[in-house]
């Protein structure tokens, strides 16, 4: 029990992050329920979205896998507030998941060569 405590914080600090969890003034009852239910769902909605990505469609090897944090980027930048067109913000997430491959390839090769 004591092990599942650390996922639960990494959970809601996701919360806090991606989806607003933190961002309420809280004044009634109601209105709290009703803003934390829908962080929650958002929260949800992107976590269920990361997962069956990885799952249907799985990243090549020089990509990193969709995450929570770049499908809301890509959710606010395509769909919420949409400031350039939809090509340019997709090949921007593909760059920027090609490079972040590409630095985690760099620290695990490094991370092997200075461990004995």
């Not at 992107?46 to 249907?56: G, N, S």
């Not at 020089?62 to 606010?76: G, K, M, R, V, Y």
């Amino acid at each position: 029990m004591a092990g599942r405590r650390w996922t639960v914080e990494e959970t809601f600090q996701a919360g806090k992050g991606l989806a607003g969890l933190d961002e309420h003034q809280v004044r009634r009852w109601a209105s709290w329920h009703r803003w934390v239910t829908l962080a929650m769902l958002a929260h949800a909605f992107l976590a269920i979205t990361a997962a069956a990505e990885q799952r249907d469609h799985p990243a090549p090897d020089d990509l990193i896998p969709l995450t929570c944090n770049e499908i809301q980027h890509l959710f606010a930048t395509l769909i919420a507030r949409p400031i350039h067109d939809a090509l340019h913000r997709l090949r921007w997430s593909q760059w920027r998941r090609q490079h972040q491959a590409r630095a985690r390839t760099c620290h695990y090769r490094r991370q092997t060569a200075t461990q004995p």
